[in-house]
């Protein structure tokens, strides 16, 4: 194992992006072994997400993180975080989920992090109602 004070890392760190997320209907799913990044649009939805499926397999030894980026193109789309599909899966700092921006052509950054093989995720805003360039 690397001695850390020891380290030096010359490059910085990158991590994959990925488009191959599904947004149809209610449900979101991504796939981690696809990347650690994904952009999403509410644009493919029919109503406010109430499943949010995370694929890819994560081993038993390992912690895992990943970023989601959502762009409101749909003013009214919003995460049901406490729907039965999600429940006891995601935990936000002081109990309570976000609330999606829902002004048109925003984004909304949230990160996500499991130490337990997928089972408990634990998610934070990294910001949100960035406007674009």
Not at 20 to 40: A, D
Not at 42 to 60: E, H, M, Q, R, W
């Amino acid at each position: 194992m690397a001695n850390l004070q020891a380290t030096t890392i010359d490059g910085g760190i990158t991590e994959h992006q990925s488009n191959q997320s599904t947004w149809s209907g209610t449900s979101v799913t991504i796939n981690l072994e696809n990347g650690t990044f994904f952009q999403s649009y509410f644009g493919g939805l029919s109503g406010d997400v109430t499943t949010f499926t995370i694929n890819g397999t994560i081993p038993a030894d390992r912690a895992v993180s990943f970023i989601l980026e959502m762009r409101t193109f749909y003013s009214g789309r919003d995460f049901n975080w406490a729907h039965a599909n999600m429940k006891n899966k995601f935990l936000w700092p002081g109990g309570v989920p976000p609330t999606i921006t829902q002004t048109y052509n925003q984004t909304d950054i949230y990160s996500f992090s499991s130490w337990d093989q997928g089972t408990t995720w634990y998610g934070s805003v990294v910001g949100q109602n960035f406007a674009p360039n």
